[in-house]
């Protein structure tokens, strides 16, 4: 269902133009342990004994991090290095468990990073900081992922 976009210009002027379609879109990625990974490359786990988990994830850019449920905290076997204090969408503020860090993978595009556990949480989350750290952009009328600089990632450093 399309939503009709409203502009309002400088002179006080509304425009309503073409009506868009915008909305939630979920997007397929590959969960991995990454201390799993660390103890595999030093010979302690076989390459198949990584736990991953691949999971459909909603892009959304108001979320920080990844947010992950309870359940896929628990098959990834993820530790839980702190609390933290974060504020959900519908304006609950309360502490929530931060995993060590996963890594994300969406198709040839990686980035490792800690995840907040909401243990009721219905979807995953794919929040801005993996999103940055994999150089993808949301584009909400098209309902996909794209690079932010083409094809490739380009880590930008200043």
């Keep these: 269902m399309g939503v009709p976009g409203v502009w309002k210009s400088d002179a006080g002027n509304v425009i309503v133009y073409e009506e868009m379609n915008m909305g939630v879109f979920m997007?397929?990625?590959t969960l991995e342990n990454v201390m799993d990974r660390g103890l595999a490359r030093r010979?302690?786990?076989?390459?198949?004994e990584v736990r991953t988990l691949k999971v459909q994830a909603m892009p959304d850019t108001g979320a920080w991090?990844?947010?992950i449920n309870e359940e896929v905290r628990e098959k990834l076997g993820l530790e839980i290095e702190k609390e933290v204090c974060s504020t959900l969408a519908d304006g609950t503020v309360a502490q929530y468990p931060l995993t060590m860090p996963v890594k994300i993978q969406w198709k040839n595009r990686s980035t490792?990073?800690?995840?907040?556990?909401?243990?009721?949480a219905k979807r995953v989350l794919l929040g801005a900081l993996p999103?940055?750290?994999m150089?993808?952009?949301?584009?909400?009328v098209q309902q996909t992922l794209a690079g932010a600089h083409g094809d490739e990632a380009m880590y930008v450093i200043y």
């Design 27 to 29: 997007e397929e990625i």
């Design 43 to 48: 010979g302690h786990l076989k390459d198949s």
């Design 65 to 67: 991090t990844l947010v």
């Design 112 to 120: 490792s990073l800690p995840a907040v556990v909401v243990a009721g």
């Design 131 to 133: 999103l940055e750290g």
């Design 135 to 140: 150089d993808l952009i949301v584009d909400p």
